[in-house]
Nanobody, 125 residues
Framework: QVQLVESGGGLVQAGGSLRLSCSASGGTFTDYIMGWFRQAPGKEREFVAVVSWGGGSTYYPEFVRGRFTISRDNAENSVYLQMNNLKPEDTAVYYC??????????????????WGQGTQVTVSS
């Protein structure tokens, strides 16, 4: 089972940017589709972004499209989430995930998913 560690969260003003990182270990990184979910207080966890095994395909929900960019560096066993033009409603704990099921490319997770511990992003107005 792959282990995931996120970093890069913090406090930022509305309109600002943050870059989240997720480092993977304990597995073959290129076996995994990688992505991000987030969870705000009192809300369900929601899909944010996903990138395919080689990085050539990405998918985002409408509410982050054009503001967030996911990328991966297979040589570094890492995945990144560049978040621009942040809004207060982006405030949440952001979780990195790794999945082997191709359905993950459309924002779904399977029973094979592995999660990181999460990193807090707070956007002030």
């Amino acid at each position: 089972q792959v282990q995931l560690v996120e970093s890069g969260g913090g406090l930022v003003q509305a309109g600002g940017s943050l870059r989240l990182s997720c480092s993977a270990s304990g597995g073959t990184f290129t076996d995994y589709i990688m992505g991000w979910f987030r969870q705000a207080p009192g809300k369900e966890r929601e899909f944010v972004a996903v990138v395919s095994w080689g990085g050539g395909s990405t998918y985002y929900p409408e509410f982050v499209r054009g503001r967030f960019t996911i990328s991966r560096d297979n040589a570094e066993n890492s995945v990144y989430l560049q978040m621009n033009n942040l809004k207060p409603e982006d405030t949440a704990v952001y979780y990195c995930y790794a999945d082997t099921d191709p359905s993950a490319l459309r924002g779904r997770v399977s029973s094979n998913v592995s999660w990181g511990q999460g990193t807090q992003v707070t956007v002030s107005s």
